[in-house]
């Protein structure tokens, strides 16, 4: 969620620089979860984009079968958990033989 104004950063995009960038406002943030951009700021005003509150959450992820998986914790005990316990892996989801349709359903439970 975009510090801002909470917009969804799931519907962002990659910038040109590799940051994620809110659909929104434009605001950019790197793959720690820092505020690099903030484009409304002036360029002679406090650098609010390093301003903690301007920074996002990083939750542990991977990108597997086409799939981002993400545990969704910021527990310091689970930062690396990726590396530890991995998604279930899906071969069918990388042949080129095989097709199949990606949906996203939202569940609202933690
Ligand atoms: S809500 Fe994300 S930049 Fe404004």
């Known amino acids: 969620m975009c510090p801002h104004r909470l ?3 799931s519907q962002g995009r990659i910038d040109q620089w590799g940051r994620l960038q809110c659909v929104y ?5 790197s793959g720690s979860g820092e505020c690099k951009l903030i484009p409304q700021a002036p360029l002679d005003g406090p650098p609010v984009h ?3 509150r301007a920074c996002v959450a990083v939750y542990p992820s991977v990108v597997q079968n086409g799939i981002v ?4 914790s910021l527990d310091p005990q ?4 990726i590396t530890k316990k991995k998604p ?6 990388d042949d080129p033989s ?8 939202d569940i609202a439970y933690g």
């Open 69 to 72: 998986w993400f545990w969704p």
């Open 88 to 93: 279930p892996y899906i071969p069918e989801l």
């Open 25 to 29: 406002h434009g605001w950019c943030f």
């Open 98 to 105: 095989f097709t199949y349709k990606i949906f996203q359903r």
């Open 50 to 52: 390093t301003f903690q």
């Open 7 to 9: 917009a969804t950063l």
């Open 78 to 81: 689970y930062k690396d958990i």
